[in-house]
């Protein structure tokens, strides 16, 4: 059996497991967003709250640079930057990938935009927006993408497609939350949103 095969079987049962998933405990417009503190692809110390003294925040998660719509994702963000720093708005994308797999990331992408490492999940599983891997699912995953290098850890969780809008005060006032993997927020619904609370 070829990479392709074993990466499009994968793709299949995360997509079948992903569906069981409870987002029920995600947080949703109107709560007021977690402050953390995590380490961008360079190694520096970037503050959720610092960031929102200079204006709105966007945080959006992803899987991983191993990820196809992840990246494509990205790339539309990346895209809409200018937008987002018209309007005052800092962006910023979370990953459970170590700083070098994020880093390279960032370089494929040509991301100008802070890309962080949320070791371990502790930020997603915070806001409610982490997954467990089946068994099965997660042996396969290790098998083809070696997800524990790439994580620095055994755990199978991952983050699900989840974005949102922070206010200056740290108010939630949009949240794109989905349990399907391949369905991703669109840059333009989140300016929009931006617009009305600018």
């Not at 109107?30 to 925040?57: Q, R, W």
């Not at 459970?96 to 502790?122: A, G, M, R």
């Amino acid at each position: 059996m070829n990479v392709k095969k074993i990466f499009l079987g994968i793709l299949f049962l995360v997509s079948v497991s992903l569906y069981s998933q409870d987002i029920s405990k995600a947080l949703k417009v109107g709560d007021k967003a977690i402050d953390f503190t995590l380490k961008n692809a360079k190694g520096e110390e970037v503050t959720l709250y610092s960031l929102l003294e200079k204006g709105n925040v966007v945080i959006t998660w992803y899987r991983g640079g191993w990820c196809p719509y992840c990246n494509v994702a990205l790339s539309q963000l990346q895209e809409k930057l200018p937008e987002f720093k018209s309007l005052n708005t800092s962006l910023v994308a979370l990953t459970p990938e170590l700083p070098d797999h994020s880093l390279s990331t960032q370089e494929k992408n040509n991301l100008e935009f802070e890309v962080l490492t949320d070791i371990n999940n502790q930020i997603a599983r915070k806001y409610g927006v982490v997954f467990k891997l089946d068994d099965t699912t997660a042996k396969r995953y290790e098998q083809a993408l070696q997800l524990s290098s790439r994580n620095g850890t055994n755990s199978s969780e991952l983050p699900v497609p989840a974005t949102y809008i922070i206010d200056k005060k740290g108010n939630i006032r949009y949240a794109f939350v989905n349990p399907d993997y391949k369905v991703r927020v669109n840059p333009e619904e989140v300016i929009e949103e931006l617009k009305k609370i600018r």
